[in-house]
């Protein structure tokens, strides 16, 4: 059977006890850093056989994988912080299991998406989770274009030193969009930066961007009482669509 564990995305307590149990149990381990999930097994005490299992080499090892779980073996799955599958291998290891009739479950817990959706205060029904932001400046700016004509809160990852010029094109395609720069979810220098882009522009330009972040946008102003449909109202949403 394929236990699928979501692990802490910073604090340690986090881990639940049905993960721990099952790390405790199970024949192997398959871990996107294999470092991480041995400091992971170190702090709970346990000794287990781990193999490595990330984008580079995911397809290869499927074969190997099966085996093991036809033979009726345990074996938990690891990613190096939240759920596995989202923006992390998974995916493929999963749809095999349903092809061969092999018997998963997935454990609930940690994900930067949903906390930092909560944590945003923008509306949360529907939204709309993209992965990473596009490395290219000219996709990037694409993917916000595509965002506004979504017209519903978008979140993705980004990476501490792309986020200035990411908040550039917000500011520039999206000046009234309302942001939230969630970083650190969990860990001690955890903060939610909300505003305009030029004002979340602001707020960092003043220091060094560190750690992990999840940018969560609402296309237009929103109101705690209902949400609006500006589109009619912003000249520049208007140009954009």
Request: one cysteine or more; proline letters at 7%; glycine letters at 6%.
């Amino acid at each position: 059977m394929l236990f699928i564990l979501p692990t802490p995305i910073g604090n340690l307590g986090d881990l639940s006890h049905r993960v721990e149990a099952v790390l405790a149990s199970c024949d192997l381990v398959l871990a996107e850093d294999t470092r991480r999930a041995e400091q992971l097994l170190s702090h709970l005490g346990v000794r287990k056989k781990i193999v490595s299992f990330q984008e580079h080499n995911e397809e290869q090892r499927l074969p190997f994988i099966m085996d093991v779980l036809h033979a009726g073996k345990e074996v938990a799955l690891l990613t190096d912080a939240g759920t596995p599958s989202i923006s992390d291998p998974g995916f493929r290891l999963v749809r095999a299991c349903i092809n061969e009739k092999i018997s998963y479950t997935v454990l609930p817990g940690p994900s930067a998406v949903t906390t930092a959706l909560v944590g945003s205060g923008l509306p949360p029904v529907p939204f709309y989770f993209g992965g990473f932001l596009p490395n290219s400046a000219s996709k990037r700016r694409s993917e916000i274009k595509a965002l506004l004509e979504r017209g519903i809160t978008s979140l993705y990852f980004e990476s501490p030193h792309r986020l200035p010029a990411c908040l550039k094109d917000f500011t520039t395609l999206l000046p009234e969009a309302r942001l939230c720069v969630a970083r650190e979810l969990s860990k001690k220098f955890e903060e939610y930066v909300h505003g305009t882009p030029q004002e979340v522009l602001i707020h960092f330009s003043s220091k060094a961007v560190k750690g992990e972040i999840t940018l969560v946008v609402h296309p237009y102003p929103v109101s705690a009482k209902k949400t609006e449909d500006y589109s009619e109202k912003i000249p520049i949403l208007r140009n954009l669509a």
